[in-house]
């Protein structure tokens, strides 16, 4: 097994906590390098495209949070074989990294009132439409998980984007959005939450 | 085999090119559906998510151009097996994705002044930042290929990337700014468009 080193914010959540879960539910061993947000104006410079999660390999660095979630689930046995369900796979990553990059620079927006025109025209618009679709996927590929009828890495991206949304973390996005709009992806949702494996690992996070 | 149609725009360019490009290459048989943009207004929703590419696969809607493009990858013999390798083409075909998010907004721009001074802040920053990411990647992975030292899909994105660079489409974008920046990006572009059956394909778009 490679020698694996993940380096990203000091919270629960964001685009490396996928990445965090998938080998922590597959019990592969990686140092979980966190680091205070205080730290990243003068980190920054110093990742290859400013940016994080950045994963070293063997002392090898790599970037972008999608591949190095699908590379940490086929390690942990989390991603499918199958070249279509492994398309299923991806495809549920891929549309959440799409809407969450349209949410992130609203978490940069200083002025107040540009923050809220902003959001509301997410949750008017581009949220509906994304849940909807990830509700569709999750539907046609069976009603409880995104790929192959199993666990995988998708499900993890999911599960954490819904429970982001229904945090209260994001003003002006209605924390029942997913609720409301999505009924199978709230029982999704609480269909990940039950899994042992993330049971055990956010007992331990909140222990530590 | 399955059944697939390709849908995207009537241009050889943008995020449905490089799937097209792979499953011809692999000569991977599928309905090439190409349509106007002046189509798009009416098409647009009728779209999961007011996006192409889409593909059908046997009938199912398949969304996220990189899900698809890892698909026709694999039907093609386009994509490793090897999980650290095909990370490696991941990693190359998300930072491709990562970039064009960011000019493709530009492309939108109907105020020529905003136009001009978003495309120089572009070329001023971002993007010598990942075309030498891009560089780094590949002479760290041998220098002629972005993944297990042989072609996959990654080399198409990225070919299809810098041709684009090159071509003088983009305004206030300076055309020589791969052969200026990144020499050995420069030479893997050479390399990718003399592969045989890329050059066929373009001989026979040209004919068509």
Same mark, same amino acid.
């Given at each position: 097994m490679p020698k694996l080193k993940l380096t990203y914010?000091?919270?629960?959540?964001?685009?490396g906590e996928p990445i965090r879960l998938a080998l922590a539910c597959g019990k592969i061993p990686f140092e979980d390098h966190r680091f205070p947000p205080s730290d990243w104006p003068t980190m920054k410079d110093q990742t290859p495209l400013h940016q994080v999660p950045v994963m070293e390999v063997d002392g090898k660095v790599i970037t972008q949070s999608n591949t190095l979630l699908r590379y940490a689930g086929k390690l942990a046995g989390? +991603?499918?074989?199958?070249p279509l369900e492994a398309a299923h796979c991806d495809e549920a990553m891929e549309t959440i990294e799409d809407i969450v990059t349209k949410i992130v620079p609203t978490m940069f927006m200083q002025d107040e009132e540009e923050k809220r025109r902003a959001r509301e025209a997410l949750a008017a618009g581009p949220i509906p439409l994304y849940l909807r679709r990830l509700e569709t996927m999750l539907k046609e590929r069976g009603?409880? +998980?995104?790929?192959?009828d199993r666990l995988s890495v998708a499900d993890f991206k999911v599960f954490l984007w819904t429970r982001h949304l229904q945090s209260?973390?994001?003003?002006?996005?209605?924390?029942d959005i997913v609720q409301r709009l999505t009924p199978t992806l709230t029982e999704h949702f609480k269909r990940i939450s039950a899994v042992p494996e993330i049971v055990d690992y956010y007992k331990k996070r909140a222990a530590a």
């Open positions: 914010f000091a919270f629960d959540g964001g685009r989390l +991603y499918p074989n199958d009603g409880k +998980y995104f790929a192959g209260g973390q994001l003003d002006h996005i209605p924390k």
